[in-house]
T-cell receptor, first 114, second 116 residues
Framework: AQTVTQSQPEMSVQEAETVTLSCTYDTSESDYYLFWYKQPPSRQMILVIRQEAYKQQNATENRFSVNFQKAAKSFSLKISDSQLGDAAMYFC???????????FGTGTSLTVIP | ETGVTQTPRHLVMGMTNKKSLKCEQHLGHNAMYWYKQSAKKPLELMFVYSLEERVENNSVPSRFSPECPNSSHLFLHLHTLQPEDSALYLCASSLRSWGLASNEQFFGPGTRLTVL
């Protein structure tokens, strides 16, 4: 089974600064999808950004961007101009191109310091 | 209401009780999911339903029994649970359970379950 590893249980960032959350994964597949989900204290998880493995270009959504290194099996999330509302648990997830399985990491708790 | 809703939001039950968790989605999706979220552990996928048929069961103990009467509703029936089953149970839905349309899952707020 695929595994997703988030090695930073907790991170903090000053408001307006930039922070990078790391994620690595293990797979033997060539086609797959990667995601970052955000779970604020209210607990409703929402999709932040996704990346298709066949695309070389890194995905970007406003202040959120990823650094996808396929050979290294690395998928980090960069949050620019951090805002207080960015404080949440962030989960990295993997899905194969086939099948129904999603694999999640253990999450990184991000604190934004005013 | 819009999105994915779950009831109840909190549930405390004894090991001999029978209870049910309910999930409802108002997004016109055809796939629904149950996840278990425990502290310091990865989110665990429990069940996947596609068009009311179960397409995935990740070796979940039989004390958890899912039911999907239609594409908008998903239940998780609980009986004779153990204290280690205490967790946040999340429901999610997506347009389909396969292909690109499965890539965006919309999550409910979860039910915090405590088993005494």
């Amino acid at each position: 089974a695929q595994t997703v590893t988030q090695s930073q249980p907790e991170m903090s960032v000053q408001e307006a600064e930039t922070v990078t959350l790391s994620c690595t994964y293990d797979t033997s597949e060539s086609d797959y999808y990667l995601f970052w989900y955000k779970q604020p204290p209210s607990r409703q998880m929402i999709l932040v950004i996704r990346q298709e493995a066949y695309k070389q270009q890194n995905a970007t959504e406003n202040r959120f961007s990823v650094n996808f290194q396929k050979a290294a099996k690395s998928f980090s999330l960069k949050i620019s101009d951090s805002q207080l509302g960015d404080a949440a648990m962030y989960f990295c997830a993997y899905r194969s191109d086939t099948g129904n399985q999603f694999y999640f990491g253990t999450g990184t708790s991000l604190t934004v310091i005013p | 209401e819009t999105g994915v809703t779950q009831t109840p939001r909190h549930l405390v039950m004894g090991m001999t009780n029978k209870k049910s968790l309910k999930c409802e989605q108002h997004l016109g999706h055809n796939a629904m999911y149950w996840y278990k979220q425990s502290a310091k552990k990865p989110l665990e996928l429990m069940f996947v339903y596609s068009l009311e048929e179960r397409v995935e069961n990740n070796s979940v103990p039989s004390r958890f029994s899912p039911e999907c009467p239609n594409s908008s509703h998903l239940f998780l029936h609980l009986h004779t649970l153990q204290p280690e089953d205490s967790a946040l149970y999340l429901c999610a839905s997506s347009l389909r359970s396969w292909g690109l349309a499965s890539n965006e899952q919309f999550f409910g707020p979860g039910t915090r379950l405590t088993v005494l």
